[in-house]
């Protein structure tokens, strides 16, 4: 197999744990500024893959969704004019609940994207004031329910454990809300503290209040447990997903099939990581 990933560096606002290469400074010239340099990555790597078929796309970030929709549309076309894919390969967007509306639904899935990864991290409201995320649990619900309503069929959502304050009842009313609703896919993350964030900045002055140890493991197997007997299987370390809906992109990078990332941020990895082919580090897969 081999992947096609995109970063997408702009958000509304900066999570607190977030070390990222993002930006919150964004305007419509900006956009399209960063657009043509994308492109031009693009055509930089268009002759090596010219006969190449991929078999997955993913747009992370960043936050791609917070794109305008003329944005958007000019993102996916490029990705049309310099890349060919296969024609079941399958196609992610990240989406930050609150940022779709009916156009830009309308415009992911004229480009054909039919996996959505949604960033809701809990469904706790003072968890998610604490973090600096620029949605609250209604906006994750209205997301869902709008993608839902306009065919989106493989849904995952991204959940954080080992939040500050976060306990036991929390982590498993946030999954219980998600399989109630019955999302097909379900990513976990460990909170990682990075020193240059501000929850680097606040460990370092011992006023986070993380979970000790002994609670960190407890939650991590209550999820893996709580999930897996709610028909999700567990593959990968942190990925959990129903019948037929397993992440192919996500399998790409375990398995060491190559990909190609491109924008701030990405990196790529194909020739088997010899003096042929490219690797250079940063956060693949976002939060």
Not at 62 to 88: M, R, W, Y
Not at 121 to 146: C, I, M, P, V, W
Request: proline content about 2%; aromatic content about 10%.
């Amino acid at each position: 197999m081999t992947g096609l990933y995109l970063h997408i560096p702009f958000c509304t606002k900066k999570c607190h744990y977030c070390n990222f290469v993002i930006t919150t400074s964004r305007s419509e010239d900006k956009e399209m500024q960063f657009l043509s340099c994308l492109e031009k990555e693009m055509i930089h790597h268009a002759d090596r893959f010219r006969n190449v078929l991929f078999d997955t796309l993913y747009l992370g970030g960043g936050t791609p969704s917070s794109l305008s929709e003329e944005a958007l549309q000019k993102l996916l076309s490029l990705v049309g004019i310099h890349f060919k894919f296969k024609e079941d390969a399958e196609r992610t967007c990240e989406i930050n609940p609150g940022d779709l509306d009916e156009k830009k639904i309308r415009v992911l899935k004229e480009f054909g994207i039919r996996r959505i990864s949604l960033g809701a991290q809990t469904f706790n409201d003072e968890t998610l004031k604490r973090l600096n995320r620029a949605h609250g649990a209604e906006d994750t619900l209205r997301s869902y329910d709008l993608l839902r309503k306009s065919g989106f069929q493989n849904i995952n959502m991204d959940f954080i454990l080992s939040l500050p304050g976060e306990t036991l009842e929390d982590v498993r009313h946030s999954l219980e809300k998600a399989v109630k609703l019955g999302v097909d896919h379900v990513s976990l993350y460990e909170l990682t503290i990075e020193e240059h964030t501000v929850f680097g900045d606040q460990h370092r002055k011992g006023k986070l209040g993380l979970p000790d140890e002994d609670t960190q493991m407890k939650l991590l197997l209550f999820a893996r447990d709580f999930l897996k007997q709610n028909n999700f299987e567990h593959y990968e370390l942190l990925n959990y997903a129903k019948a037929g809906c397993r992440s192919r992109h996500n399998l790409l990078y375990w398995a060491n099939e190559d990909y190609l990332g491109l924008g701030p941020g990405a990196f790529s990895y194909f020739d088997g990581g010899d003096s042929g082919g490219q690797r250079a580090g940063t956060n693949i897969l976002r939060r």
